[in-house]
C-alpha cells in the first residue's frame, strides 16, 4: 500500500480518537454547566455536556522531537507548535526524547494507542527505526519525518520528509574554507583541522563530516581528529579541552553545529588562545553550523566565528503544508528541502561553488 492509499484508507474509515483531553481550554458548554451547577446547586452534568468539551473535530498530530540539546532545537519545536495550533483546527501532543531514541520509540508506540491522526518523528539517528514505523504503519498511521532521516529497508513506512541537505551544507563550509585560504595564500599543508562532530548516527552528523572528510581528501588539508560534541555547548567545550591537550598545532576548528563552536570557542579563549581569521598571526579559525543562536550570530559579526552555514529549523509551515495536502487526499512531495545561507563578516569569498552550483555568502558585520 502507498502512503496515499494508506492515508486514504485511513480517512474513509469512521474511528473516534482516543485522544486525551485537552488541557487548558474552557468551552461555553462547560462554563455554561459550571454555572448552572453553582446557581442550581444540583449534580453532575450530563454525558452530553462532557462530551461537547472534547467533541471539537481537530486533526491530532503526535510530534517525537529527539531533544533539546540546541538553540536550533528549541527553534524548531517552537515553529512546529507555531503551526499545528487550535486556531488551525490541530491538537499537538508534544514528546521530547532526550536525545534518546529508546524514548522516541516508547513515544511513538504511545502515539499509535492514542489514535493519533498523524506522526511527525526527528528521529536522533538514523537506524533502528523499522519495527516501530511498521507498527504505525499497521495502524494506519501516517509518519512524517523532520529534520533528520531514517536508514530503513523500506523507505515506504514513511510518508514524507521536511529538512535540510546536510551533506550540502558539509560540502558549502569546506568550499567556503577552501576558497578562503586559495585567497589568503594559506598552503593546503598549512592547514591542521579538528572536527568537532554532532552526535554519532545522526544524519546532521553524516553528512556535515562527510562534506568535510572528502574536501580534506581532495584538497591535501590535514584532519587531526572528528571527535564527538553532541551537538552541545558543554561537550563542545569538552571535547575541546581535549583536543588542545593532545595537539599543539590545531588552526581550523569545524564544529558541526553553533552550540558547540561556542564551546569551543570558550575552552580556546581559556587557553589564551585567539579566535578568527587571521591564521598567519596565529588565530584560530572557528566554522559552525545552524545561524539560529544569537551569541553564535555575534561571534560571527565580531569574526569570532569566520562561517556559519545556516541549518533552517523553521520547519512547521512546510510541514503543515505536507499534512494540509494529506488530508486533501493529495500526494506532497517527498523530500521538501529547506531554503539555506551562508554567512562570514570576511568579504573575500563572494560566494562558494559546489557540485557546479554557486552559492552567494551573506555578510554580516558589527555595525
Ligand atoms: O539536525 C539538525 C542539527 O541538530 C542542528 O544543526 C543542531 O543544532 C541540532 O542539534
Not at 528521529?123 to 533528520?148: C, K, N, S, Y
Given at each position: 500500500m502507498t502512503f496515499t492509499e494508506v492515508y486514504t484508507d485511513r480517512k474513509n474509515r469512521s474511528r473516534q480518537a482516543k485522544r486525551p483531553p485537552r488541557r487548558g481550554t474552557f468551552t461555553a458548554a462547560g462554563f455554561l454547566c459550571a454555572l448552572l451547577l453553582a446557581l442550581t446547586g444540583l449534580g453532575g452534568c450530563g454525558k452530553e455536556e462532557e462530551e461537547a468539551e472534547t467533541d471539537t473535530d481537530y486533526t491530532v498530530v503526535g510530534f517525537s522531537q529527539l531533544g533539546a540539546e540546541s538553540d536550533w532545537r528549541s527553534s524548531n519545536t517552537e515553529s512546529i507548535q507555531s503551526v499545528f495550533t487550535e486556531e488551525n483546527g490541530y491538537e499537538l501532543i508534544y514528546e521530547n526524547g532526550q536525545q534518546k531514541q529508546s524514548n522516541q520509540i516508547t513515544a511513538i508506540?504511545?502515539?499509535?494507542?492514542?489514535?493519533?491522526?498523524?506522526?511527525?518523528?526527528?528521529?536522533?539517528?538514523?537506524?533502528?527505526?523499522?519495527?516501530?514505523?511498521?507498527?504505525?504503519?499497521?495502524?494506519?498511521?501516517?509518519?512524517?519525518?523532520?529534520?533528520?532521516?531514517?536508514?530503513?529497508?523500506?523507505?515506504?513506512?514513511?510518508?514524507?520528509?521536511?529538512?535540510?541537505?546536510?551533506?550540502?551544507?558539509?560540502?558549502?563550509?569546506?568550499?567556503?574554507?577552501?576558497?578562503?585560504t586559495e585567497k589568503a595564500g594559506i598552503a593546503a599543508e598549512d592547514l591542521h583541522i579538528v572536527n568537532i562532530q554532532g552526535t554519532i548516527g545522526a544524519t546532521a552528523q553524516i553528512g556535515r563530516t562527510r562534506g568535510l572528510r572528502e574536501a580534506c581528501e581532495r584538497n591535501g588539508w590535514d584532519l587531526l581528529e572528528e571527535i564527538s560534541g553532541d551537538f552541545t555547548q558543554t561537550k563542545g567545550k569538552e571535547v575541546m579541552e581535549s583536543l588542545l591537550r593532545k595537539y599543539d598545532n590545531i588552526n581550523v576548528v569545524y564544529c558541526e553545529n553553533d552550540n558547540e563552536a561556542l564551546g569551543a570557542i570558550e575552552a580556546l579563549e581559556a587557553a589564551g588562545l585567539a579566535v578568527g581569521s587571521d591564521l598567519a598571526a596565529g588565530e584560530i579559525m572557528v566554522i559552525s553550523?545552524?545561524?539560529?543562536?544569537?551569541?553564535?550570530?555575534?561571534?560571527?559579526?565580531?569574526?569570532?566565528?569566520?562561517?556559519?552555514?545556516?541549518?533552517?529549523?523553521?520547519?512547521?509551515?512546510?510541514?503543515?503544508?505536507?499534512?494540509?495536502?494529506?488530508?486533501?487526499?493529495?500526494?506532497?512531495?517527498?523530500?521538501?528541502?529547506?531554503?539555506?545561507?551562508?554567512?562570514?563578516?570576511?568579504?573575500?569569498?563572494?560566494?562558494?561553488?559546489?557540485?557546479?552550483?554557486?552559492?552567494?555568502?551573506?555578510?554580516?558585520?558589527?555595525?
Open positions: 508506540r504511545t502515539f499509535i494507542q492514542q489514535e493519533v491522526d498523524y506522526i511527525v518523528l526527528a528521529p536522533v539517528t538514523e537506524v533502528g527505526w523499522d519495527t516501530v514505523l511498521q507498527e504505525a504503519r499497521d495502524a494506519r498511521i501516517p509518519v512524517i519525518l523532520i529534520d533528520r532521516r531514517v536508514d530503513t529497508g523500506d523507505s515506504t513506512l514513511y510518508t514524507a520528509w521536511v529538512g535540510s541537505n546536510f551533506y550540502l551544507e558539509g560540502c558549502k563550509a569546506a568550499a567556503w574554507l577552501q576558497s578562503f553550523f545552524d545561524g539560529i543562536n544569537q551569541a553564535a550570530v555575534e561571534y560571527l559579526k565580531k569574526g569570532k566565528i569566520s562561517c556559519i552555514v545556516e541549518c533552517n529549523p523553521l520547519q512547521g509551515p512546510k510541514l503543515l503544508e505536507v499534512i494540509e495536502q494529506l488530508k486533501k487526499g493529495e500526494t506532497p512531495p517527498r523530500y521538501s528541502y529547506m531554503e539555506e545561507k551562508i554567512f562570514s563578516a570576511n568579504r573575500s569569498v563572494l560566494d562558494v561553488e559546489v557540485d557546479g552550483n554557486k552559492y552567494p555568502v551573506t555578510f554580516m558585520w558589527e555595525e
